[in-house]
């Protein structure tokens, strides 16, 4: 149980164009979904907090009219790079919990994340 | 916000030998966790453990709430036990999101 499925796993495009990553849970609802980036050998840093039916929670720094997200469903969340530029590279990881159980026994679920490459 | 600590930084083990690594951390928490992270990226869940022991296989970890620490604890290690491993937890006055430790870099070698 307790399945989060993400596409693409890797996405090539050209700067100046916009990309969007999907997040779902397949097997369980979630209320609240999380984004990170992770540059290489380096930790994860969370970017946003993905809430259903309102607006994301963005992390100091992270530019929100960039990094576009959307949060229709209890099972769907989307991360749209906007504009992409050659320092938007980076590994994209989304994560979420069951929103019945508040994860327990489980804890946070990742996916199996998007390396994004802006040439 | 809450600061997570993991040593040691980097790792390198033969195979069959044990090892322990350690996650500090700097206030109270709802949730700690133990990942794998393989060369693909994809982040392999080890444990869910707030607090106690667990114990999968080879692998097994402790929590000490109170002194605000866990240990991931690796036997018999194997060349597939390669990777990065990061501690994460859940401060527990935020209620949400996991805040990583910069990971413990394994190699097992031959």
């Known amino acids: 149980g307790a399945v989060v499925s993400q596409h693409p796993s890797w996405v090539i495009c050209k700067s100046g164009t916009s990309v969007k990553i999907e997040c779902r849970s397949l097997?369980?609802?979630?209320?609240?979904m999380f984004w990170y980036r992770q540059f290489p050998k380096q930790s994860l840093m969370l970017m946003a907090t993905?809430?259903?039916?309102?607006?994301?929670?963005?992390e100091q720094g992270v530019e929100k009219d960039k990094f576009l997200i959307n949060h229709a469903s209890l099972t769907l969340s989307t991360l749209t790079v906007t504009s992409a530029h050659p320092e938007d590279s980076s590994f994209y990881i989304c994560?979420?919990?069951?929103?019945?159980?508040?994860?327990?026994?489980?804890?946070?679920?990742f996916g199996s994340g998007t390396r994004l490459t802006v040439v | 916000g809450i600061q997570v600590e993991q040593s040691p930084p980097d790792l390198i083990l033969q195979e069959g030998a044990n090892s322990t690594l350690r996650c500090n951390f700097s206030?109270?928490?709802?949730?700690l966790q133990w990942f794998h992270q393989n060369p693909w990226g994809q982040l392999i869940n080890l444990f869910y453990?707030?607090?106690g022991t667990k114990q999968n296989g080879r692998l097994s970890a402790t929590t000490v709430a109170t002194e605000r620490y866990s240990l991931l604890y690796i036997s018999s290690s194997q060349t597939t036990d390669s990777g990065v491993y990061f501690c994460?937890?859940?401060?527990?006055?935020?209620?949400?999101?996991?805040?990583f430790g910069k990971g413990t870099s394994l190699l097992v070698t031959p």
């Open positions: 994560s979420a919990r069951d929103a019945k159980t508040g994860g327990l026994n489980y804890g946070y679920t």
């Open positions: 994460a937890v859940e401060p527990r006055d935020s209620g949400y999101a996991l805040n």
């Open positions: 453990i707030p607090s």
């Open positions: 993905s809430n259903e039916g309102s607006k994301a929670t963005y």
């Open positions: 206030d109270s928490v709802n949730n």
């Open positions: 097997d369980f609802q979630a209320t609240t």
